[in-house]
């Protein structure tokens, strides 16, 4: 297993290759889910430094927080509640640029400004969302989408 982090010092398109090379290397045959969330979402903080990352997964019928980096988070939300809530029910990505625009925006953290949420699809259904929020307005854009949705897609064969 790779120790070190390399952080590219390019265009956020560029971060975000050089991340998923290695999280697929920091990964390696490891299949415990736990345990490969939590080094993803520690890879994401580390490379982007945002307020919170972290995965809600889905349990009997709500999402449950998992493994994450940042401060402490409310621990059970609804289906179609918040942002990651409805991005389990409309199984889409969700950028939202100003959290207090968004309605029913769930907010854990007083902090939080805006905030990207992806969906793990396996097999047609969401298991569960990665969650990204920062403390600046207007953070995420297309890439940040991208990127993530491929993180996501490759995730999900390993967990
Ligand atoms: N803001 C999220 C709740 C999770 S915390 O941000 C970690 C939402 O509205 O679903």
Redesign the pocket.
């Known amino acids: 297993m790779a120790e070190h982090l390399e952080i590219s010092s390019g265009e956020k398109e560029e971060v975000y290759a050089t991340l998923l090379k290695q999280v697929v290397a920091l990964v390696g045959d490891e299949t415990d889910q736990t345990a490969n969330l939590a080094n993803v979402s520690a890879a994401l903080q580390q490379t982007f430094n945002h307020l919170?990352v972290?995965f809600?997964m889905v349990k009997d019928g709500e999402?449950v927080?998992g493994p994450?980096q940042?401060?402490i988070?409310?621990t059970r939300?609804q289906k179609g509640?918040?942002?990651?809530?409805?991005?389990w029910e409309d199984k889409r990505t969700f950028v939202?640029d100003d959290?207090d625009a968004?309605p029913?925006?769930?907010?854990?953290?007083s902090a939080?400004k805006s905030?990207i949420?992806v969906p793990l699809v396996k097999e047609g259904s969401v298991i569960g969302?990665l969650?990204v929020?920062s403390s600046e307005l207007a953070t995420f854009d297309n890439a940040d989408s991208k990127y993530l949705n491929l993180l996501c897609e490759w995730l999900v064969t390993v967990i």
């Not at 029913?104 to 953290?109: F, K, L, R, T, V």
Request: with cysteine; net charge negative.
């Open positions: 919170w972290g809600y999402l927080l994450f940042g401060p988070a409310c939300i509640r918040g942002v990651c809530g409805k991005s939202v959290v968004f029913g925006h769930i907010a854990c953290s939080s905030e949420v969302v969650d929020d």
